[in-house]
């Protein structure tokens, strides 16, 4: 038997939970068939009847497939947003990947460039340097070579100044031995010719000795005389020593 929700909020008598009220709901009935008057009882607050506990757990499931749908719906467009957000990261990762690679790449030739840059100017200072070496080095050759070309010259101007003076000093001595030896010659000769004379001289007046003694045995005052005049100039000669006197001076 069928009571109207919409009458008293009954629902389904036979499945109604409280038992009071569906024992009142049949009496209702009994009377009113009966003839006996009277009406339903008044509605239950709250209502609990199985047509609104069903109407509830339509709505519930109503509400339910709404909120399963919207949550399909909303997962759906989240797997979307997600997807595109996926893609857009990817697409973004992918282009800052290849950004990346390009800004590596682009590194990569520059910092190639500047090392390429800095081994050739590298190279160039080493040439550079090494040139200056050589010049140095070269300098300091042709310096040393100067300087051993000034202390050879020097040394041979030094031994020939030697060898000159050594010579000149040769000659001077070699004139100065001639000289001697002229000298020595010419003294020999004025000593031999000195005496010579000297012997030239002893014989003559030896001679002159004799003759006065032969005259002055003959003429004893004439012999005095000429023996004067020896011993004048025997003194004028600048003779040393006495002049000795023939035995006929001595006896007369």
């Known amino acids: 038997m069928v009571h109207s929700e919409a009458q008293g909020n009954h629902g389904y008598l036979d499945t109604h939970p409280d038992e009071e009220h569906k024992a009142a709901v049949k009496q209702a009935i009994e009377d009113i068939v009966n003839g006996n008057g009277g009406g339903m009882p008044a509605a239950r607050e709250p209502a609990d009847s199985q047509i609104k506990q069903e109407k509830e757990k339509k709505k519930q499931q109503e509400e339910e497939r709404e909120r399963k749908k919207q949550e399909a719906e909303d997962a759906k467009k989240r797997k979307a947003e997600e997807e595109a957000n996926k ?3 990817e697409a973004e990762a992918k282009k800052k990947a290849e950004a990346d690679k390009k800004a590596a790449a682009e590194a990569k030739k520059k910092a190639a460039a500047e090392a390429k840059k800095k081994a050739e100017a590298d190279k160039k200072a080493a040439a550079e340097a090494a040139k200056k070496a050589e010049e140095e080095e070269a300098a300091k050759k042709k310096a040393e070579d100067e300087a051993e070309a000034a202390r050879v010259t020097e040394e041979e101007a030094k031994k020939k100044a030697e060898e000159e003076e050594a010579k000149s000093k040769a000659e001077e001595e070699e004139k100065a031995k001639a000289k001697a030896e002229a000298d020595a010659k ?11 004379e000297e012997r030239l001289k002893e014989e003559k007046r030896k001679e002159e ?13 004439k012999a005095f005389f000429d023996l004067f005049n020896c011993r004048a100039a ?9 002049i000795p006197t023939t035995k006929a001076v001595e006896a007369f």
Do not use: H, I, L, R
């Open 186 to 196: 010419v003294a020999a000769e004025k000593k031999a010719a000195e005496e010579e």
């Open 234 to 242: 025997a003194n004028s000669q600048d003779f040393a020593g006495d």
């Open 87 to 89: 893609k857009k990261a």
């Open 209 to 221: 000795e004799a003759a006065a003694a032969a005259a002055a045995a003959a003429n004893p005052f």
